[in-house]
């Protein structure tokens, strides 16, 4: 059974920075993707980045409003996911859910331009940011 929990969130300024975690069972973070995704209140779930941890040939995506302030890094012996945010503002206010999927692209969106389905998600967690 595939688990994904994420941990981290909370309040934070405008400008501070949170690093939410993602620890799995069940599913191998280096050989499959891992990614994160939003979403705010009343708004369509959006991706955040995504991650494939796989040895000399891994790589990471970013959604074009995170890609300067955000860092996704793995702990491969943990079986974590780090999710680092920097410079946060308030349209950063989100459920922020880690996901995992077989689908090494780690694509973050789909031939529409919607957040990509993947196959495993967390619960999701709270980050407040205030003005």
């Known amino acids: 059974q595939v688990q994904l929990v994420e941990s981290g969130g909370g309040s934070v300024q405008a400008g501070g920075s949170l690093t939410l975690s993602c620890a799995a069972s069940?599913?191998?973070?280096?050989?499959?993707?891992v990614g994160w995704f939003r979403q705010a209140p009343g708004k369509e779930r959006e991706a955040v980045a995504s991650?494939?941890?796989?040895?000399?040939?891994?790589?990471?995506r970013f959604a074009d409003s995170v890609k300067v302030r955000f860092a996704i890094s793995p702990d491969i012996p943990k079986n974590t996911v780090y999710l680092r945010m920097n410079v946060l503002n308030p349209e950063d206010t989100a459920v922020y859910y880690c996901a995992g999927d077989g689908r090494r692209l780690c694509l973050l969106t789909d031939g529409n331009g919607l957040a990509m389905d993947y196959t495993y998600w967390g619960q999701g967690t709270q980050v407040t940011v205030s003005s």
């Open positions: 069940g599913f191998n973070f280096s050989t499959n993707c």
């Open positions: 991650i494939y941890a796989g040895g000399m040939n891994g790589f990471s």
